[in-house]
């Protein structure tokens, strides 16, 4: 069992800035991805960004060079900066852990945190 706390989420004007955070606790074991995805009503979760445990990154299109990804894995966690935000950047943002499945032993893991909620106003 694995527990995603997510914080740092709210409303903001177009162009200014944003930060997440997600605070992983329980049995995390060996490589793993977490990533953050965004949810507008009405349509699919959908990658915002993720990050490995060693630190590689994948970017949506429409948040690279605005946003940025990172870790701490001593402390579980990852955050999310959120700078230039714009109108469509809206929506309820997700955290999510999942298992990098290396050997047929490896545990697989695959959590998600309650949400956030994004509002970029114009």
């Known amino acids: 069992q694995v527990n995603l706390v997510e914080s740092g989420g709210g409303s903001v004007q177009a162009g200014g800035s944003l930060r997440l955070s997600c605070a992983a606790s329980?049995?995390?074991?060996?490589?793993?991805?977490m990533g953050w995805y965004r949810q507008v009503p009405g349509e699919q979760r959908e990658l915002v960004a993720d990050?490995?445990?060693?630190?590689?990154?994948n970017y949506a299109d429409s948040v690279k060079g605005r946003f940025t990804i990172s870790r701490d894995n001593a402390k579980n966690t990852m955050y999310l900066q959120m700078n230039t935000l714009k109108p469509e950047d809206t929506g309820a943002y997700y955290c999510n852990i999942k298992a990098i499945r290396v050997a047929v032993e490896s545990p697989y893991y695959d959590y998600w945190g309650q949400g956030t909620q994004v509002t970029v106003s114009s």
């Open positions: 990050i490995t445990t060693r630190g590689r990154t």
């Open positions: 329980g049995s995390i074991f060996g490589p793993n991805i």
